[in-house]
């Protein structure tokens, strides 16, 4: 087993104080220590957003793309690659706002990575409007008089459209966290973690005590994760308890597993370039 | 019998489900097989069945660089064709015809035209196959060897077995034997062929046959018209050549994609048309940031917006120049033949990997879509320069972002040991670190902006010159690019061989663009005539705008159709005999459908526009 401090990034993280993305971090970091993962071998995608600044933090390879389009890009860097562990990390407004379309397309592709979604509710970085998963009748500064529209289900979204391996987590409960992380990270298939991340700055309305007072562990209840409808259902919990943990699970052949050029399992990154027999495919021209 | 010519032109007309594109096709690689020179254009609607359809097949017995504006012979597959058309055949030509669809009179058609029509039921039991046997009675008709034709009808219904491949021969073979008993011989005849084995392709096929030649390993693309044909060619080929074919959910997943494929290490590319690229524009910027090297094709339609989505133009010139924001290095490639979509493709994918940027390959419908016979290609020793790229590293600190004297810095893939580092799109540092975020950092935004623009004046100075071709000391120089290149080539001809002195330019460097060489030689030109399909005359903006050449005559064309090469030999003819004092712009339409009081001289708009240029 690493050593977490191996996935210690050079850079500390600018998050606010009290931030849940710490969190977050902590428990990536010792889920990949725990899976003993090679640094080098990890990827980070990221877009933007104040948690899609994490591949900073992290001792891996990262790429810190555009606003909303980190599936895609993890997706073909996946694709070129499947030896690498591939991570995708962002908030709520990056996945589930402007870059929705990727996620509904991602989950439906099952390409062998995790969407790790630092879910908190609210647009951090641009200072605090609201976002796809605001609660309805919240107000920010986008919306002074209240949310007019109902959040997003990415729990249910997810499982509609096809994801194998659908979690929440809260940052709050790191060791379950890292837990549902390793888990999401050894599944063969696209996974998504969505985490309660409190943002302590703009969003007064979902915060730690907020969730503290409501959550609950699905394995507590011995929730059977292969249950699609029970997935379904639990889903759809919210109010006064908010199940965290596995909500579904399943085992399904992978995009890397069908597509003709992967079959081999060789990384296409490995396999000779230029190798085609270029005198027989010129036939089509004659 | 009539004398042999050197080339002939056959229309074929229908709707949409006539099977006119596979006759067209087939006919096409017949008679490049045979050893002639062929040039197909097929103009279409935005229709999937229905709809007017009309293939142009002109083959010569030495090159042909267009479609032309000629009509020797018409295959009507129906009414609609019949009427549009019959009235342009030249004399000694024929229209071939279904009697079963519609009657024909001689009064339809001009002199020494012949009616042959073929009794379609009657004679192979089954309309399906009408365009078979008219085919055969063009064939026929016109005395071309039918054995390559049979050949290709077999090949074309191979997987449907014996009895439909006998069924559509015998089909041919008896519209081969109709033309032999029942008409005359065709007056309009091709001598014979060197019979020098050739290749036939699109110029969307030749550039993913560039692709698969650079060890291109990944493509992504939304269906997009004209650029579809690429994503088909790549799905049947690609996988064979070891390369990842994939369909993504829009264009912006698919640069995405493409620029995660190529920053995982694999030569990555990518194709649209303006529409798609508009959603891309974002991610070309992300490929010039991250320095990841990518190569996008963009097919030009006519635009604005859905525009004319199955018919060409040139406008979309400064979107691609200037396609997402910031300043960055960008590569654009036009190539004007096929075999440059096969060359210019494979360099593409080389200057990508060298200076690790974004390098966009323009082309148009017209180009992507024609099927044109070429030499064979240069398959053998295809230059593959990957640029620094890194799979090992020595253990030294690792700097993705480098600052070397070429602005060029070593690049580690991820899995590589001891290199690990991000790539990011907020402006970074030497080591990837985010500089975004710090109060205010000018020295180590200026150090690193000037290192990524350092590396286009080094690709500046490898790129292909730009070339007069023709006499150099030419009274009149023709300016394009892309597409039409092919049409100033063959006026350029036609002109020369009249007795008149006219030369070339076509740029293939759009960006960085190669503003000294184009400036010196146009400062050596007489009269200037630029010939774009477009309204505004994008090139000419730009040559004036990076050597401060005004260009002083303007054709353009914005109707959808191609040039035809008349317009442009007429057009330069009038320019060289009157030596008009002021700048003359005249705007070239096809004349199907043209309203009969409709004058071709420059709208008032354009005029005032293109006035103010000079």
């Not at chain 1, 087993?1 to 191996?6: D, L, Q, R, W, Y």
């Not at chain 1, 992290?58 to 996946?78: E, Q, T």
């Amino acid at each position: 087993m690493a050593e977490v401090k191996e996935f210690a990034g050079k850079i500390k993280p600018d998050w606010c104080p009290g931030c849940g993305d710490y969190g977050v971090l902590n428990a990536l970091q010792r889920a990949l220590a725990d899976l003993d993962i090679a640094p080098h071998n990890v990827l980070v995608v990221s877009g933007i957003g104040c948690s899609s600044n994490l591949p900073g933090f992290i001792n891996a390879y990262g790429f810190h793309g555009l606003h909303g389009r980190s599936l895609p890009v993890a997706a073909g860097a996946r694709l070129a690659n499947h030896g690498l562990t591939v991570l995708v990390t962002g908030g709520d407004g990056d996945g589930y706002g402007i870059g929705v379309g990727h996620f509904v397309h991602t989950c439906r592709r099952n390409i062998n990575m995790t969407y790790i979604v630092m879910d908190n509710q609210i647009y951090g970085l641009t200072t605090g409007q609201a976002s796809p998963t605001t609660e309805k009748d919240i107000r920010t500064k986008s919306t002074p008089e209240g949310t007019i529209e109902i959040p997003l289900n990415p729990i249910a979204l997810a499982l509609t459209c096809g994801a194998t391996y659908v979690a929440r987590g809260f940052s709050g409960e790191n060791l379950q966290l890292a837990n549902l992380l390793k888990g999401a990270i050894e599944h063969k298939g696209f996974s998504l973690v969505d985490v309660f991340s409190p943002c302590v700055t703009y969003n007064k309305h979902n915060t730690y005590p907020w969730f503290r007072e409501r959550v609950y562990k699905l394995e507590d209840e011995r929730h059977d994760p292969s249950d699609f409808r029970l997935a379904m259902e639990k889903a759809f919990e919210w109010g006064a308890r908010i199940p965290i943990g596995l909500f579904y699970k399943v085992e399904r052949p992978t995009y890397e597993d069908e597509d003709p050029t992967l079959r081999s399992g060789i990384p296409l990154v490995k396999q000779p370039a230029g190798r085609a027999n270029l005198a027989e495919i010129m036939q089509d021209f004659m | 019998m009539a004398q042999a010519r050197d080339e002939l032109t056959v229309w074929i007309g229908g709707a949409a489900g006539d099977g006119i594109a596979s006759a067209g096709e087939s006919f096409s690689k017949a008679c490049t097989r045979a050893g002639y020179h062929v040039f197909a254009y097929n103009s279409y609607q935005s229709v999937i069945r229905g709809g007017h359809v009309c293939m142009h097949v002109r083959i010569g017995r030495q090159k042909v660089w267009t479609h032309g504006d000629t009509c020797n012979y018409l295959i009507a597959l129906n009414q609609d064709t019949f009427k549009r058309y019959a009235k342009k055949v030249t004399p000694g030509g024929a229209v071939f015809y279904n009697t079963d669809k519609f009657k024909a009179s001689a009064s339809d058609v001009g002199p020494d035209v012949q009616l042959i029509g073929l009794p379609v039921m009657e004679l192979v039991g089954n309309q399906l196959m009408q365009n078979t046997a008219l085919m055969g009675a063009f064939l026929g008709a016109v005395g071309l060897d039918p054995t390559k034709m049979r050949e290709l009808i077999q090949e074309r219904f191979t997987k449907k077995g014996e009895a439909v491949i006998k069924a559509n021969v015998d089909a041919f073979d008896k519209g081969i034997d109709f033309a032999n008993t029942k008409a005359k011989p065709a007056g309009v005849r091709i001598g014979a062929s060197d019979g020098k084995p050739r290749l036939l392709g699109s110029g969307n096929a030749i550039v993913g046959f560039g692709a698969v030649a650079a060890g291109c390993q990944f493509y992504a693309a939304y269906p997009m018209t004209p650029a579809s044909s690429i994503l088909h060619w790549l799905a049947q080929y690609g996988p064979k050549a070891g390369m990842l074919v994939k369909q993504a959910e829009d264009e912006i997943a698919v640069i995405n994609m493409t620029v995660g494929a190529a920053h995982a290490g694999v030569r990555a590319m990518c194709g649209t048309s303006g529409g798609g690229f508009a959603l891309m524009t974002e991610g070309i910027g992300e490929a010039g940031m991250t320095e990841t090297p990518i190569v996008i094709l963009e097919a030009q339609r006519g635009g604005p917006s859905t525009g004319l989505p199955t018919k060409t133009e040139q406008a979309d010139l400064f979107q691609v120049l200037g396609a997402s924001q910031g300043d960055f290095p960008k590569i654009v490639l036009a190539p004007c033949t096929l075999p440059e979509c096969f060359t210019l493709t494979i360099r593409a994918f080389n200057l990508a990997d060298r200076y690790q940027c974004p390098v966009i390959i323009m082309s148009d419908l017209y180009l992507a879509e024609r099927n044109e016979t070429l030499e064979g290609l240069e398959i053998r020793n295809i230059p593959i320069d990957r640029g620094p790229l890194l799979t090992q590293w020595n253990g030294a600190a690792y700097h993705r972002y480098e600052d070397t004297p070429t602005g060029v810095s070593p690049r580690a893939i991820p899995g590589t040991e001891g290199a690990v580092h991000v790539a990011a799109t907020d402006e970074h540092d030497e080591d990837g670190i985010l500089i975004s975020d710090v109060f205010s950092n000018p020295p180590a935004r200026v150090k690193i902006m000037s290192k990524r623009m350092r590396k286009i004046e080094h690709a500046l100075k490898e790129l292909p010159p730009p070339q007069l071709e023709g006499p150099a000391d030419a009274e009149l120089t023709l300016v394009g690019w892309g597409s039409t290149y092919s049409v100033l080539r063959e006026a350029m001809d036609a002109l020369n061989r009249e007795g008149l002195s006219v030369n070339l330019l076509a740029p293939r460097v759009l960006a960085p663009f190669q503003g000294e060489a184009v400036g010196k030689l146009l400062a050596g030109t007489k009269i200037t005539l630029a010939v774009e399909a477009n309204y505004t005359g994008q090139l000419a903006r730009l040559i004036r705008m990076e050597t401060g050449f005004a260009i002083r005559h303007h054709l353009h064309k914005f109707d959808g159709e191609p040039f035809e090469p008349r317009q442009v030999i007429d057009h330069a003819r009038t320019i060289l005999k009157t030596k008009p004092k002021e700048p003359v712009i005249v705007i070239a339409v096809s004349d199907e459908g043209l309203p009969p009081d409709f004058s071709p001289i420059a709208s008032p708009a354009l005029g005032a526009e293109t006035a103010r240029q000079h």
